[in-house]
T-cell receptor
Framework: GAGVSQSPSNKVTEKGKDVELRCDPI?????LYWYRQSLGQGLEFLIY????????KSGLPSDRFSAERTGGSVSTLTIQRTQQEDSAVYLC?????????????FGPGTRLLVL | DQQVKQNSPSLSVQEGRISILNCDYT??????FLWYKKYPAEGPTFLIS?????DKNEDGRFTVFLNKSAKHLSLHIVPSQPGDSAVYFC????????FGAGTILRVKS
């Protein structure tokens, strides 16, 4: 079946603008994760959703970042008033269940550049 | 504070030889470890994993070794192939997945 998809694949925006990044997880996967990879850095955990439970937002770097998951499927990561340091690759992943060794399947990422 | 560290940013190996990628962790509560492989412009893909109750897991050319007392794990690829050239991320599972910074592997033909 189809893997995790993300859109857009690339996004260039001006400092101060809002952006929305979309993730379509693998059908049937109850857990969805957002990560960020900045230049030369590892994968930084941002947020995860597990079924209908409240999301774990502990990795969000500031209150300019928010995410939602509608209907337990598609997720949107929103960055308000973007800053240049927000430039990174934003990766979405999904798995059958929450962490605990479940293999996460990653999307191709959205490359965000804030000018 | 980096809980998972990959101290070698890059590694270059001749085709056919062994590639050894290392990873150190600080949190003794981690109980499961994974290696992911990432090609440019693609998301990471799962490669191999190991539970903390084991010290070795093998899958074809890939073997992961875990030394709990040293809080160290390594990924061995043998024989290395040019298609193995990628970024390799070590990850550890506690209450969430924590990734290392990655090691760029280049396999020369």
């Amino acid at each position: 079946g189809a893997g995790v998809s993300q859109s857009p694949s690339n996004k260039v925006t001006e400092k101060g603008k809002d952006v929305e990044l979309r993730c379509d997880p693998i059908s049937g996967h109850t857990a969805l994760y957002w990560y960020r990879q900045s230049l030369g850095q590892g994968l930084e955990f941002l947020i995860y959703f597990q079924g209908n439970s409240a999301p774990d937002k502990s990795g969000l770097p500031s209150d300019r970042f928010s995410a939602e998951r509608t209907g337990g499927s598609v997720s949107t990561l929103t960055i308000q008033r973007t800053q240049q340091e927000d430039s990174a690759v934003y990766l979405c992943a999904s798995s059958l269940r929450q962490f605990g060794g479940e293999t996460q399947y990653f999307g191709p990422g959205t490359r965000l550049l804030v000018l | 504070d980096q809980q998972v560290k990959q101290n070698s940013p890059s590694l270059s190996v001749q085709e056919g030889r062994i590639s050894i990628l290392n990873c150190d962790y600080t949190n003794s509560m981690f109980d499961y470890f994974l290696w992911y492989k990432k090609y440019p412009a693609e998301g990471p893909t799962f490669l191999i994993s190991i539970s903390s109750i084991k010290d070795k897991n093998e899958d074809g050319r890939f073997t992961v070794f875990l030394n709990k007392s040293a809080k160290h794990l390594s990924l061995h690829i043998v024989p290395s192939q040019p298609g193995d050239s990628a970024v390799y991320f070590c990850a550890a599972v506690g209450n969430k997945l924590v990734f290392g910074a990655g090691t760029i592997l280049r396999v020369k033909s």
